[in-house]
C-alpha cells in the first residue's frame, strides 16, 4: 500500500486547512486510517483516527471540536480537516494505514505511512 498525503501548507493562526490521503497499490477499506504528526524536537504523536466504515472516529484531546476525520472508502481515501488551528498544531502529518479495522491511537496499530506534509501555522 502506498499512501499519499497533500494538502499542508503555512496559514494564520485560526485559519483552515485540510489533508488529504489517497491510498494506492492495494484497497483500504477495511482498514483503520489514521493522521499523527511530529513536530520539530517531539515524537510522532496521535491526532485522529477512522474505523473501516467510518461509524467511529477518535481523536487527540489536543484537536477535539477543531479537526474532523473522514473518508472514502470507495475513492479510497482519508481526510483531516483542520479549523481553528494555533501554532501548537504546527508540524509534518502523516496519514497511515492500519492493521486492522480498529480505529486505535497507538503507532504500533499502523502499518503503512505516507510520507509526510508539512503544516505551518504562524502565530
Known amino acids: 500500500v502506498q499512501l499519499q498525503a497533500s494538502g499542508g501548507g503555512l496559514v494564520q493562526a485560526g485559519g483552515s486547512l485540510s489533508l488529504s490521503c489517497a491510498a494506492s497499490g492495494r484497497t483500504i477499506s477495511n482498514n483503520a486510517m489514521g493522521w499523527f504528526r511530529q513536530a520539530p524536537g517531539n515524537e510522532r504523536e496521535f491526532v485522529a483516527a477512522i474505523s473501516w466504515n467510518g461509524g467511529l472516529k477518535n481523536y487527540a484531546d489536543s484537536v477535539k471540536g477543531r479537526f474532523t476525520i473522514s473518508r472514502d472508502r470507495v475513492k479510497n481515501t482519508v481526510n483531516l480537516q483542520m479549523n481553528s488551528l494555533k501554532a501548537e498544531d504546527t508540524a509534518v502529518y502523516y496519514c497511515?494505514?492500519?492493521?486492522?479495522?480498529?480505529?486505535?491511537?497507538?503507532?504500533?496499530?499502523?502499518?503503512?505511512w505516507g510520507q509526510g506534509t508539512q503544516v505551518t501555522v504562524s502565530s
Open positions: 497511515a494505514a492500519g492493521r486492522s479495522a480498529v480505529a486505535g491511537s497507538a503507532s504500533t496499530m499502523y502499518a503503512y
